[in-house]
């Protein structure tokens, strides 16, 4: 333990100055978060507990445990906090324009993610006397996490350089009859001795995935839950997608869509592979995923509208006849071509219908072109991207192209 | 995929027959299942949807996707779910009862886990019309999952089995100067290629585990945000517990809190290891946890009070002159002794204060007496126990006592 980074301690001022903005645009007095990687977002730290923030002036962050840890790792004030029930004497001395004064204070938090039971009680101490209405505030803070600053880049860097690394030294241990469970075995091992965490984040209710999604053959093929092109057989309905324990075999696509986080940053790409070599029908189809994340690079400028990205991803594969089979087959497409990636794999924005919101330099987007043929497989490609005044920036290191194994 | 096996069909309408039985005694019409865990629990399958479970009669699983998968996987009735906006027309026509009788029915879902702009869709959707009021049934399934059936042990043991082989296999491979990390990636290596499903579930808000607690010397005294009682230096502030890269030293406890998931369920059990040999005041700690332990296990009967086996073994720490670092250090301590587990990692009961609850026959805890000394480490055992009409039986199969590398 050495304290925070002073160019981090820097950085979180200004995130929670953006979020201030958020809150004075939309007229709260302040936002109380909750979660602990928003936590970690607001105030460099993941210690239990609650962090205020007003609308004006200065944050505090309300540890439950470690206090201690907490200090040495925070940019923000920290006080203890005993009990929920000392919450309120707490939050009525520190911010008495919100809780003390007359009229009435919207305080915003993430209901996005917060449980209702906890939401509960946290409303019941913060509304106690009238003073104050809770509101929906998660899409503030997805707003301020969507744009990235230089030291979040360089963390994304650093987990995508871990990503090629495990992807280069797995993809020459891949043999036929090997299952897909001890190749995405070896590419865990890989990246967690470089320091993947060990967790991928998710902001979606439900939404689960250890390293990505690995799967050969038809297996891959099989649909999930999970909202993702690709589902996979998994280990069972416990486990119900991404890698089984079907042996790889040789002309099938592997799809190797492996991520990992790095200082809780996360990278997400997607390479396929094959021993030998794969069907035209399929090889086809892994070119026109390259063609079409060709294609959408052209379009990753600031300005650009996330739903016009998606249409003319959408148009391209109905040109090329395969638009039954893209983002998953039939009933089980999924109807987005990326999305954003940071802290959580599922940040905004999402290329999609409806997400009408242009794309402003530092941005961060998985673009993730993929193919489904039921029985016999899922071809494609993921990069993740960084949007710049002048264009996309690659942050994906791996080699782009078909892994062809002899 | 080859549809679900006839033991576990049977089983999932047992289950829904207990749930049935809590609904009925606390004036439920209907239990709304959301959370992936609990959909598996009582359908089988996790695919994404909402299960309707009726105080008497059948139960519906309405899917979003897969329906194919879900149908395959689950013991009931599958609807295909096409938007929210079409739940409230299934609903009235499959529960005429619940939704469109006259009176007030009290709709019950899991306000522990679901959050709340999910909660308020579906709740908008359900009580439209007046005919219905949300409750919080959180308790309700939580106590059903409680007790584990035979085919639940089964999947434990299973798991316990794969958690004590791969602690073999890690442990003769400890050396002077492997890092916490390195030892942590092979465990999960071993775990993982074993059928590990690579996510270890957990109830609670903001609790996230990878696969468990490693730590050595004083790295592993570090305490942090997780309701444990070690914490872990960790990875940084986005990965504040667990293994970090300090190097593994001659003579300082090193420990092996490592579970794992198969099929879903959850083994947690914890081993001491040290190279050469700990100091006299740790091996005496050690020893304690130990005895503590056997102590534990001849209360660990029916009928026996989960906050009288706590108080027992804060009593047995104090006599030892140990309770300052009993379970935590000091403000970091943790006020519990076990955990109920299965599905995820902190089920009821627990072994804490105000949980006056008796045991019964199919309960499973995990039992973690530990002890945490600043600047030096932890040490402490941790078993697995079903408990049975004749006492406590271990579901952990790794052998007890401080492993001792040369």
Redesign the interface.
Known sequence: ?QG?DKVLQEEILQRIARLQEQLQKHGAAAFLV???VDL?YLT?????GFAFIPAHGDATFYVR?????AGE?TAVRVEPLTSLRAFRGLLERDYPEVFAEAGQSLVATE??????????KLADILTAGGRCTMI?G?AFIRRVRMTKSPWEIGRIEAAAQVAAEALEEAAGRIREGMTE??L???I??EI??R?H???MRTRS??M?V??GMLGSGEAAA????F?GPA?G?G??????Q?AS?KPIVRGEPILLDIGC?I???IIDQTRTAVIGGLSDELAEAYAQSEAIIRKTEQMLRPGAACDAIYAAALAQADQAGLSRHFMGYG??QVKFLGHGIG?ELDEWPVLAKGFSDPLVPGMVLAVEPKFTFPGKGVVGIENTYLVTDTGPRALTRSPEGLIVLP
């Not at 445990?65 to 840890?69: A, F, T, V």
């Not at 280990?235 to 119900?240: Q, V």
């Open positions: 333990m925070i909750t979660q602990h970690y460099g730290s993941m210690q239990a445990r470690s206090i201690w840890r790792e209901y996005d993610v917060l449980p209702v039971q906890t939401y509960s929906d998660s469970l001890e995405m075995a070896r865990e091992y967690r001795i320091g965490i060990g967790v209710y439900n689960e250890t390293t099989i649909p999930s839950a909202d589902g057989l280990l069972g309905p416990a486990a119900a991404s324990r986080c200082d809780g940053y009933a089980d802290l």
